[in-house]
């Protein structure tokens, strides 16, 4: 059982930027984690934006490579993404999501089973 809580988001300017946090609390441990930030705006499908895997391994989205950084603090049980460069189109909810397997690579919003509520991000041009 895990349950994740984001927070950080908000409404910023074009060209600013925002720090998402995603903290989680296990009830069981385990070894194989992965885990992803999705967003989906209004209308549109989920998309995956980053993700940490097996061995540390990053993948990202290419609408947002070399803009956001996906990072976790294991001791603390969270996840971040640190989102620079904002764009109007970088508007949506944004997911924190986790599965009990390594993945190499960002994975479709369907291999990950845990997933938090969400946190919006609002873009302003």
């Known amino acids: 059982q895990v349950q994740l809580v984001e927070s950080g988001g908000g409404s910023v300017q074009a060209g600013g930027s925002l720090r998402l946090s995603c903290a989680a609390s296990?009830?069981?441990?385990?070894?194989?984690?992965?885990m992803a930030w999705f967003r989906q705006a209004p209308g549109k499908e989920r998309e995956g934006v980053a993700a940490?895997?097996?061995?540390?391994?990053?993948s990202y989205a290419d609408s947002v490579k070399g803009r956001f950084t996906i990072s976790q603090d294991n001791a603390k049980n969270t996840l971040y993404l640190q989102m620079n460069s904002l764009k109007p189109e970088d508007t949506a909810m944004y997911y924190c999501?986790?599965?009990?397997?390594?993945?190499?690579?960002?994975?479709?919003?369907?291999?990950?089973?845990?997933w938090g509520q969400g946190t919006q991000v609002t873009v302003s041009s």
């Open positions: 940490i895997g097996a061995f540390g391994t990053l």
């Open positions: 296990r009830y069981t441990s385990s070894e194989r984690v992965s």
């Open positions: 999501a986790e599965d009990p397997k390594w993945y190499y690579v960002l994975r479709p919003a369907s291999a990950y089973r845990y």
